[in-house]
């Protein structure tokens, strides 16, 4: 349309002048071109409202700018691994649409199951308004199996009405711990490994028991002499403190903030009890062989939200030990 054919249309040549150059500009990040209002009369000029929709237009752009301060992710960038994120003061945060907690100083985590797909996305709101969305790739992992024969087969299948009761008040007591949860980051330290031994079982391997596929592991077992101490990785609150679990025998359950859990099993005694705030480096329990378990070890569990997540990416190698120490686990 000529310059003649837009001012008898009512759009002004400054009008034309911006339009022109959001036409001609190259949009940054942009999914989709954003259509320019045009008119083909006064009234429907004004309808349009055209200072309007160019204010829409650079909000639009906003959504996409990724400043690389604004959000900072660290972490196992795989299935089974924790990411640590840090982004800015009063931020809100969802990852696959779910609300994820945020604190009030912008940390927050996101974790991935072991069979977590190939992508996630995370989406920032900024306190200013602005959003940031950052796709995240999230790699392949392949998991051993193990299998371990010997056991008790009221351990592995055929379970009794007895059994299954207690199975069933047990499931009941974890699911009222994990309704209580803290937001506060707790786990923004460094990990430290509860004990130290020799790795006896790892995270996401599959165990056939007695011939029968099981469910896949979901922590990482370390095989240690009854009564070693356990100490708490990080810390914490404590939300359960159970003596007698069917499957974990001694179970405690460690809150350590935004849906991080840590979960200890098989505990020959328990030093903490429910609402206990606990430091990293104090004693919760010692190494047993109680519940499900063919020798005295610690099994250790992280769980984000409803993903287990493997203990070993966040915690890092197992320090040397000098002596060996008994053989067990789960």
């Given at each position: 349309?000529?310059?003649?054919?837009?001012?008898?249309?009512?759009?002004?040549?400054?009008?034309?002048?911006?339009?022109?150059?959001?036409?001609?500009?190259?949009?940054?990040?942009?999914?989709?071109?954003?259509?320019?209002?045009?008119?083909?009369?006064?009234?429907?000029?004004?309808?349009?409202?055209?200072?309007?929709?160019?204010?829409?237009?650079e909000e639009r752009q906003r959504v996409f700018d990724d400043p690389a301060s604004s959000v900072i992710l660290t972490g196992g960038f795989v299935q089974g691994g924790l990411l640590?994120?840090?982004?800015?003061?009063?931020?809100?945060?969802?990852?696959?649409?779910?609300p994820i907690p945020v604190s009030a100083d912008g940390k927050f985590l996101i974790g991935f199951g072991r069979d977590h797909g190939a992508s996630a996305l995370l989406v920032v709101?900024?306190?200013?308004?602005?959003?940031?969305?950052?796709?995240?790739?999230?790699?392949?992992?392949?998991?051993?199996?193990?299998?371990?024969?010997?056991l008790d087969q009221s351990k592995v299948s055929g379970f009794t009405a007895e059994q299954l009761a207690k199975i069933a008040v047990d499931k009941q007591k974890k699911s009222a711990?994990?309704?209580?949860?803290?937001?506060?980051?707790?786990?923004?330290?460094?990990?430290?490994?509860?004990?130290?031994?020799?790795?006896?079982?790892?995270?996401?391997?599959?165990?056939?028991?007695?011939?029968?596929?099981?469910?896949?592991?979901?922590?990482?077992?370390?095989?240690?002499?009854?009564?070693?101490?356990?100490?708490?990785?990080?810390?914490?609150?404590?939300?359960?403190?159970?003596?007698?679990?069917?499957?974990?025998?001694?179970?405690?359950?460690?809150?350590?903030?935004?849906?991080?859990?840590?979960?200890?099993?098989?505990?020959?005694?328990?030093?903490?009890?429910?609402?206990?705030?606990?430091?990293?480096?104090?004693?919760?329990?010692?190494?047993?062989?109680?519940?499900?378990?063919?020798?005295?070890?610690?099994?250790?569990?992280?769980?984000?939200?409803?993903?287990?997540?493997?203990?070993?990416?966040?915690?890092?190698?197992?320090?040397?030990?000098?002596?060996?120490?008994?053989?067990?686990?789960?």
């Open positions: 349309m000529s310059a003649g054919a837009m001012k008898r249309a009512g759009v002004s040549l400054a009008a034309l002048a911006a339009m022109t150059a959001c036409a001609t500009a190259e949009p940054e990040l942009v999914e989709a071109p954003i259509a320019v209002p045009f008119a083909a009369d006064e009234s429907l000029a004004k309808k349009a409202g055209f200072d309007g929709a160019m204010k829409s237009a640590r994120g840090q982004t800015l003061p009063g931020a809100k945060a969802t990852l696959d649409g779910e709101t900024l306190d200013d308004g602005s959003i940031v969305r950052r796709a995240i790739d999230v790699a392949d992992r392949e998991f051993k199996i193990e299998k371990i024969d010997g711990a994990r309704a209580s949860r803290s937001d506060d980051p707790m786990w923004a330290t460094d990990f430290a490994w509860p004990v130290t031994g020799r790795i006896s079982g790892v995270f996401g391997s599959q165990r056939i028991l007695n011939g029968e596929p099981q469910n896949m592991h979901g922590g990482v077992d370390v095989a240690a002499p009854a009564g070693t101490p356990i100490k708490a990785p990080a810390p914490g609150v404590v939300r359960l403190a159970e003596p007698d679990m069917y499957f974990e025998g001694g179970l405690v359950f460690l809150d350590h903030g935004q849906k991080l859990e840590s979960a200890f099993m098989h505990l020959s005694r328990l030093d903490v009890k429910p609402g206990d705030r606990v430091e990293k480096g104090q004693v919760i329990g010692a190494v047993g062989a109680t519940g499900r378990a063919t020798g005295p070890h610690m099994h250790w569990s992280l769980k984000w939200a409803e993903s287990l997540v493997d203990p070993q990416l966040v915690v890092g190698e197992m320090p040397s030990v000098e002596a060996k120490p008994a053989a067990g686990g789960n």
